[in-house]
């Protein structure tokens, strides 16, 4: 398959509000017959298969089929790196594809599922993937032995290498592609141990760099097929509102609109370009019916998530006799945590392109959930699954944009094509303003708390009411709800390292038409900043230093991995207990996430009324570091992101229910200039791997939090900081 990119205009407005019409030359993506056979799950002639996930060619090349989507998290790398270990396989001949749609072969351990979320990429895959590489490994030895006539045993591989010492023979992994596919794989292939590894704990180069780098990666937006139609939706400017008519005259008068049909989520204009499309959406007349719709402001549903919270809500855990604690202790503090809905923002907004073709359906996207877009595409245009085909694609980005439950934007580019009747191919497309004005947000939170100290400043009473949507309810995954309560409202604020006598948690699920969405981390996200601004409130009032203050309280053996990055930052960050110094603020936060555990202490002054975060030291414990490099990149990244989002980050609704917030002028990126120093050390461990994607994001902010109030006195509690920092 070629993929062509056409010349194409691309208008770039300047600060000064100048429109540029800038003429982009024509790109063509190139892709073999053999490579596109591997991306639909296919064996090309003369490849070992030996498994679902390893394609072994004859020019030795051994391509890793990623079941994990690739946007940025660094998947097609480090799957990639388990096999290439265990196969003793030269880094340079590894190559990475995405799995096709196959919910049985490709599925998530973690989810049972084809899928990517919650971290959990390297942490189901680690056993599985290594199994694999094995696997092969063990038939090409027993091919090479069958071949040269010799003993299993005095068979060696190393950086791809087959070699018989003792008769000199040596070959690549393809000389022996097609005898090895004759050999029966092992059951239990033996897998190395730690001390084995050469590869595993190493920097090896991220797979896909260099196509990202040099522009021949192909993302959705670079699809182009025969007879495309470019479609935009225009969507109710206030959450749950309907179409009750529209006029597409003045429409279908724009040059290159060919169509206009209404859908479920709006009205769909269908053109030859982009831009067509674009004019054709704004010359609609459209009438709305918001008797359903969204209507309160976002200050109003802060009133009335915390007059909810006031209310209590129903139990996530119990420690002690919290009541009792509370009315016994000799001082008490309560504080209230606003969270404002945030977007995911990815550089790459929502697209997809769908053909149809007698009888058949095929679809690129970034698609997060195969497992949830290949059904929905079926029902929708009556097909049967068999005769659908989902091409993962990069994509740029997510932070949990792409990981929709309701498959929501499958099902959007199929009404599309069902709409339009026939054979034909579309491109879905969201523009910045559809992405940040078009719901399935961080959900609005409001935390409140109580906390209790006895007449030494210890703690005695904890307690947190959650208040917020549940993003679970309404989708496939309410299922996976027990007695109502959605744990990723919440999750972060249960089960945490500190050994308190008396604690409460508790959950108020609050309904609204806004649709909602897991966003980087989750509940962490929000739960990480409200109970370590809290704990370090509380440890400031007892008189506590907040990094021995919270050793103290990890008492258990559970808390073992939560002190040991703890330990290590303090010792990082050089740690005497002093909280100001030279005009600059520092602050602590612990918070493990999706089993990762991450520590950060940060540097600040203040700039302007605003905190300026000069450095940033992290600890984290992963489990066997498989890519070190992918590790600090992504912690890095995840406090660029956690940074941004509390300085600046809100999206508001206005009284009415109206998005104020519609791009990057409105919704402020953390800017080059802004982003910290960070020093990352990750912790040895033996455990399995586990996730690295989002837990360096929930500590950053309460880390700032924290440092900012030693530093100013001003104390944080709702976000962001801009408009907030100086309560």
Not at 34 to 43: D, I, Q, R, T, Y
Not at 146 to 166: L, Q
Not at 449 to 463: E, F, K, P, Y
Not at 621 to 644: F, K, T
Request: net charge negative; with cysteine.
């Amino acid at each position: 398959m070629t993929v062509h990119t056409p010349s194409r205009r691309r208008f770039l407005q300047g600060a000064a509000g100048l429109v540029v019409a800038v003429t982009l030359p024509p790109r063509a993506f190139a892709q073999s017959g053999a490579e596109a056979a591997l991306g639909s799950g296919a064996v090309p002639e003369g490849t070992f298969a030996p498994n679902a996930f390893i394609r072994i060619a004859p020019d030795d090349t051994v391509t890793v089929l990623i079941k994990h989507i690739e946007f940025g998290q660094g998947p097609n790398t480090g799957l990639s790196t388990l096999v290439a270990e265990e196969l003793d396989a030269d880094w340079s001949q590894m190559r990475a594809a995405s799995a096709p749609s196959d919910n049985e072969l490709y599925k998530n351990l973690a989810f049972g599922m084809q899928g990517t979320g919650g971290s959990t990429a390297m942490a189901n895959s680690y056993t599985q993937m290594r199994q694999a590489g094995a696997a092969a490994r063990a038939m090409l030895v027993a091919a090479a032995a069958a071949e040269w006539g010799v003993p299993e045993d005095e068979i060696t591989i190393s950086k791809g290498r087959i070699t018989h010492a003792g008769s000199g023979n040596e070959a690549g992994f393809g000389a022996f592609a097609e005898k090895a596919a004759e050999m029966t794989p092992p059951a239990e292939p033996t897998l190395k141990t730690r001390d084995q590894f050469t590869l595993i704990g190493t920097d090896v180069p991220k797979l896909d760099s260099r196509d990202k780098s040099t522009g021949q990666a192909v993302f959705t937006m670079d699809v182009y097929r025969e007879g495309m139609q470019t479609v935009v939706v225009a969507r109710p400017p206030k959450f749950g509102a309907t179409v009750a008519s529209f006029d597409d005259s003045a429409a279908l008068s724009v040059d290159g609109v060919e169509a206009v049909r209404q859908i479920s989520s709006g009205v769909a204009v269908y053109a030859t370009s982009t831009m067509a499309a674009l004019r054709g959406r704004d010359a609609l007349e459209i009438s709305w019916d918001e008797s359903g719709a969204e209507t309160r402001s976002s200050e109003q549903m802060y009133a009335e998530f915390s007059a909810a919270a006031a209310e209590g809500g129903q139990s996530a855990e119990e420690i002690g006799e919290f009541d009792t604690a509370l009315e016994d202790a000799a001082e008490t503090v309560e504080a209230e945590f606003l969270f404002p809905y945030l977007a995911h923002a990815p550089m790459e907004p929502l697209d997809a392109v769908l053909e149809v073709k007698e009888g058949k359906a095929e679809m690129w996207a970034g698609s997060q959930f195969p497992a949830l877009d290949h059904p929905t595409l079926a029902q929708i245009l009556e097909l049967d699954p068999a005769n659908i085909r989902i091409n993962v694609m990069l994509a740029g980005g997510s932070f949990g944009r792409r990981a929709q439950d309701t498959a929501h934007l499958a099902a959007e580019v199929a009404e599309i094509a069902k709409a339009a009747g026939g054979d034909g191919c579309w491109k879905l497309v969201w523009t910045r303003e559809d992405d940040m004005t078009g719901g399935y947000y961080r959900p609005l939170t409001v935390h409140k708390m109580q906390g209790g100290l006895d007449a030494d400043g210890n703690i005695t009473a904890w307690s947190n009411v959650v208040v917020n949507q549940s993003i679970m309810a309404g989708g496939p995954m309410e299922a996976m709800m027990q007695d109502g309560m959605d744990p990723t409202s919440y999750e972060g604020s249960t089960k945490m390292p500190y050994d308190l006598p008396a604690a409460r948690v508790s959950w108020v699920r609050q309904d609204s038409a806004v649709p909602v969405l897991w966003w980087r981390s989750v509940g962490h996200t929000h739960t990480g900043y409200a109970t370590e601004v809290f704990l370090d409130m509380l440890l400031e009032k007892g008189g506590k230093d907040p990094v021995q203050g919270r050793l103290d309280l990890m008492t258990g053996d559970t808390a073992a991995r939560d002190k040991a990055v703890l330990e290590r930052v303090a010792e990082m960050a050089g740690w005497n207990g002093e909280k100001v110094k030279n005009g600059k603020g520092y602050g602590v936060a612990v918070h493990e996430s999706f089993s990762t555990y991450v520590a950060q202490i940060v540097e600040v002054s203040d700039e302007g009324g605003m905190p300026r975060v000069h450095k940033v030291w992290c600890a984290v414990d992963c489990g066997v570091a498989v890519n070190p490099n992918v590790i600090r990149a992504q912690i890095e990244g995840g406090i660029g992101y956690g940074l941004g989002s509390i300085l600046f980050d809100a999206v508001t609704l206005e009284e009415g229910g109206t998005v104020v917030e519609t791009n990057f002028d409105t919704y402020r990126m953390l800017r080059i200039n802004e982003m910290p120093e960070v020093e990352v050390a990750i912790i040895d461990s033996d455990a399995d791997p586990t996730g690295i994607g989002e837990p360096g994001t929930p500590p950053i902010g309460p880390a700032v939090a924290n440092a900012w109030r030693a530093l100013t006195g001003r104390n944080v509690t709702k976000l962001p900081f801009a408009g907030n920092a100086g309560v």
